[in-house]
Antibody
Framework: EVQLVESGGGLVKPGGSLRLSCAAS????????INWVRQAPGKGLEWVSC????????KFSDSVKGRFTISRDNAKNSLYLHMSSLRAEDTAVYYC???????????????WGQGTQVTVSS | SHELTQPPSVSVSPGQTASITCSGG??????ACWYQQKPGQSPVLVMY???KRPSGIPERFSGSNSGNTATLTISGTQAMDEADYYC??????????FGGGTKLTVL
């Protein structure tokens, strides 16, 4: 069974940093691109970032570019989102999601984790 | 355009057909995906590459994409289909783009 489990969320002050993790199981993690998607309270989905299977391709949304970094450890079946210079508007549930990989360069998110809550507040 | 526009809400009677649209510049030149999200749950992929249904998604779900508009159609809508639906596409310059979401009410 495919599983993605996010962790690392919490309450952080504006300007602070946080590292989210996504633990994968039930599939060959090293062969799939993975994305981060977030959802602010009561709002819609917002794409945040993606990383290819070998980490050779990485992309960020304009809203987090320069503040967030993404990495993965295929040996540990794990994905990370390093968030810095956090702002109130980064408050959201953060999901990691697997890219089905049917179309190169066009993510299709076929499995999602349960999400981890990040709250940025003083 | 890097934005995808969806109607905020759509209502349908049980057993009838619901159509949810997603509009964006040259969307027809891209592949559209659709996700269903029920309250308190993670999104679920219900359509990809405009017209393909993932395993486990009922046949009553179908999709199309032409011109500037992608459409998710639910035939014989059931109460269990009540949820928020999001379209998504990829822009080579800005990355992933989601529509604002449509709340489908079955009443």
């Amino acid at each position: 069974e495919v599983q993605l489990v996010e962790s690392g969320g919490g309450l952080v002050k504006p300007g602070g940093s946080l590292r989210l993790s996504c633990a994968a199981s039930g599939f060959t993690f090293s062969t799939y691109s993975i994305n981060w998607v977030r959802q602010a309270p009561g709002k819609g989905l917002e794409w945040v970032s993606c990383i290819s299977s070998s980490s050779s391709f990485i992309k960020f949304s304009d809203s987090v570019k320069g503040r967030f970094t993404i990495s993965r450890d295929n040996a540990k079946n794990s994905l990370y989102l390093h968030m810095s210079s956090l702002r109130a508007e980064d408050t959201a549930v953060y999901y990691c999601a697997r890219d089905l990989g049917v179309v190169a360069g066009q993510p299709v998110l076929d499995f999602w984790g349960q999400g981890t809550q990040v709250t940025v507040s003083s | 355009s890097h934005e995808l526009t969806q109607p905020p809400s759509v209502s349908v009677s049980p057993g009838q057909t619901a159509s949810i649209t997603c509009s964006g510049g040259k969307l027809g030149d891209k592949y559209a995906c659709w996700y269903q999200q029920k309250p308190g749950q993670s999104p679920v992929l219900v359509m990809y590459q405009n017209t393909k249904r993932p395993s486990g998604i009922p046949e009553r779900f179908s999709g199309s994409n032409s011109g500037n508009t992608a459409t998710l159609t639910i035939s014989g809508t059931q109460a269990m289909d009540e949820a928020d639906y999001y379209c998504q596409a990829w822009d080579s310059s800005t990355g992933g783009v989601f529509g604002g979401g449509t709340k489908l009410t079955v009443l």
